[in-house]
C-alpha cells in the first residue's frame, strides 16, 4: 500500500486548482440511470471514489466513456465523462461493490424509479458512526414503494411506478435528499420534501436533473417540491467546486503560513468554514479567480465550532480545523453534531504531540508550541486528509499510511500541495 511522506516546516505559496467535487459528481454519476439518454458530466476528478461508482454502474449495464485532453487542457483539468444507461440488465447492487462506499446505496432510487425495482446491499463506507439507511427508505415508502429487508438486501419494489407523495425527514441527511428528490422526479404527481438539506451538492443535482427535464423547485432551501414527469433526457452538467477540498488547502496555508490562490474555488460554498478561519487569525479575499487564504507572521486565534448541516460549519471539515488548532494559543472547542464517531483523528493527532481531550462529542484541544513528526495511519478519508494538514507543520518527517483513504477524496493532493512548497512525495508500495 502507498504511504505518504512529509517534510513539515515550509510555507505554502503559489495556487491550488480546486478540483469537482467528489459528493456532487458521485449523485450525478447515479443520476444517470433515471434516463436512456447520454448525460455528459464535465469537471468530473480523477478520484477512487469515481473510479468505483464507474464499477458499480457498469454492473448495472452503463456505459461509462471518459473524454481524451483537449488542446490547452493542463494537467488538473477536471474530466468530461460521458454516461449512458441505455439499458439497464441488472437491478440488483452487491454486497462486494456497495460496502466499499455507502453512496452507492443511492442507486436503489432511480433503479427502483424507472425500473419498478431494485435490490441494493446495505451499505458499507468510511468508519466515522453507524450511519443507518432507515431514512433513505422511509423516503421511498412515502412514495409508494414497499421495501423488503432481505439477507442484508433492501428490496424496493413499484411495479407500477413510484407516487408523489410527502416526505419529512425527522433529520437533516443529504443523502436521504438526493434518494428523495431522484425518486419523486420519475413518480407520478407533486411530491415536497421538508426538511430537506441544503448542503451544495443538492442544489447542483437538482440543477443537473432539471436540465434533464425534471420539475424541481426549492433545492437548497428546506422545502423542495417536485412535479414528477414520465421520462427524463439526457443533458451536459459542469460539476460545481470541491469545497471540501478548497477548505482542506484553506487550513493547510493557515497552518503553515504563506500565502495561496485556491483557483476556482467559491466562497459561498464555505462561508462559515472560512469566517472561522478568519477568526484564527487567516487573511481571507475572493476574487474572480477563486479564494486567497494568507497567514503571515501572527499567531493561531483559538476557536469554538460546532458542525452543523450546511450553511453550517462541515462536518467533513472537522478533523482539519481540529489538526489546525493543535497549534493554536489556547484553548479550542469543538462539538461534532453529525456523526457521533468522527474522532478517530484524535489519537493518531496526539501521535504528533497535539493534546486533546474528549468529551462526549465535544473535543478540548488546547494548542501547543510545535508538533513532532511521526508515523500515522488514519481510518477514514477527512481523517486522514487532518494527519496530512498537521504534517505539514509539524517539525521533521511524517509518514501518513493507508493513503487509499486519501485518495478516494483528494485529487493528486501530493501535486497539488508540493507546486506550493510542500515537501511531500508518494512512497510507492515496493
Ligand atoms: N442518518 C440516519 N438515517 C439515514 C441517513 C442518515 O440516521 O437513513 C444520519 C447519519 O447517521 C448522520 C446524519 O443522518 O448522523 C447525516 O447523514 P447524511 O445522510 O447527511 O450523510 P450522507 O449522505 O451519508 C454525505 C456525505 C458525507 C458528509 C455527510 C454530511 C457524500 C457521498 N457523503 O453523507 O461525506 O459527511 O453527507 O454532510 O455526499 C466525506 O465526504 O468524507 C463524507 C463522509
Same mark, same amino acid.
Given at each position: ?18 478540483? $469537482? ?11 444517470? !440511470? ?41 494537467? /488538473? ?31 436503489? =432510487?432511480? !433503479? ?14 468510511? =468508519? ?24 442484508? /438486501? ?34 407520478? @404527481? ?12 443538492? $442544489? ?13 423547485? @426549492? ?8 412535479? $414528477? ?19 482542506? /488547502? ?22 462559515? =468554514? ?15 479567480? $477563486? ?5 503571515? @507572521? ?88 487532518? !494527519? ?32 506550493? @512548497? ?9
Amino acid at each position: 500500500m502507498d504511504r505518504i511522506r512529509i517534510v513539515g516546516g515550509h510555507r505554502l505559496n503559489g495556487s491550488i486548482p480546486i478540483s $469537482g467535487a467528489k459528493n456532487a459528481t458521485l449523485p450525478l454519476m447515479i443520476a444517470s !440511470l433515471l434516463t436512456d439518454e447520454t448525460l455528459v458530466l464535465e469537471n468530473v476528478p480523477r478520484l477512487a471514489d469515481v473510479a468505483l461508482l464507474q464499477r458499480i454502474l457498469g454492473n448495472h449495464g452503463v456505459d461509462v466513456m471518459i473524454g481524451g485532453k483537449r488542446p490547452g487542457d493542463t494537467e /488538473y483539468e477536471g474530466q468530461t465523462v460521458h454516461i449512458s444507461a441505455k439499458r439497464i440488465v441488472d437491478t440488483m447492487a452487491p454486497y462486494e461493490l456497495v460496502a466499499k462506499m455507502r453512496a452507492s446505496f443511492w442507486v436503489i =432510487a432511480p !433503479l427502483v424509479a424507472r425500473m419498478g425495482e431494485a435490490r441494493v446491499s446495505l451499505p458499507g463506507g468510511c =468508519a466515522i458512526g453507524t450511519r443507518p439507511v432507515d431514512l433513505l427508505v422511509m423516503a421511498l415508502q412515502q412514495l409508494g414503494a414497499e421495501i423488503e429487508i432481505d439477507r442484508g /438486501y433492501v428490496v424496493a419494489r413499484a411495479p407500477k411506478g413510484l407516487k408523489g407523495g410527502k416526505i419529512v425527514f425527522p433529520k437533516v441527511t443529504v443523502g436521504g435528499t438526493h434518494t428523495a428528490l431522484m425518486a419523486a422526479t420519475l413518480a407520478d @404527481g407533486d411530491t415536497v420534501i421538508e426538511n430537506a438539506a441544503c448542503e451544495p451538492e443538492v $442544489g447542483d443535482l437538482a440543477d443537473c436533473l432539471n436540465k434533464m427535464g425534471a420539475k424541481i423547485t @426549492g433545492a437548497g432551501t428546506p422545502t423542495i417540491n417536485v412535479t $414528477g414527469v414520465r421520462r427524463l433526457s439526457g443533458a451536459r452538467h459542469r460539476v460545481l467546486p470541491d469545497r471540501i477540498e478548497t477548505g482542506t /488547502y484553506a487550513m493547510a496555508v493557515t497552518m503553515t503560513g504563506g500565502d495561496v490562490l485556491l483557483e476556482g474555488a467559491r466562497p459561498e460554498l464555505l462561508q462559515a =468554514a472560512l469566517d472561522v478561519l478568519a477568526e484564527t487569525g487567516a487573511e481571507i479575499s475572493s476574487t474572480n479567480a $477563486g479564494v486567497r487564504v494568507a497567514r503571515n @507572521g501572527s499567531g493561531l486565534a483559538p476557536v469554538e465550532v460546532t458542525t452543523q448541516p450546511f450553511p453550517g460549519f462541515p462536518t467533513d471539515l472537522q478533523a482539519q480545523l481540529m489538526a489546525l488548532m493543535t497549534l493554536a494559543a489556547g484553548t479550542s472547542r469543538i462539538t461534532e453534531t453529525i456523526f457521533e464517531n468522527r474522532f478517530m483523528h484524535v489519537q493518531e493527532l496526539a501521535r504528533l504531540g497535539a493534546q486533546i481531550r474528549l468529551e462526549g462529542e465535544t473535543a478540548s484541544i488546547e494548542g501547543v508550541p510545535r508538533l513532532n513528526g511521526a508515523p500515522v495511519m488514519a481510518t477514514d478519508l477527512r481523517a486522514s486528509v487532518s !494527519l496530512v494538514i498537521a504534517a505539514l507543520a509539524a517539525e521533521g518527517e511524517t509518514v501518513v499510511n493507508r493513503v487509499y483513504h486519501l485518495d478516494r477524496g483528494f485529487e493528486r493532493l501530493e501535486g497539488k500541495l508540493a507546486a506550493c @512548497g510542500a515537501e511531500i512525495e508518494r512512497l510507492a508500495h515496493a
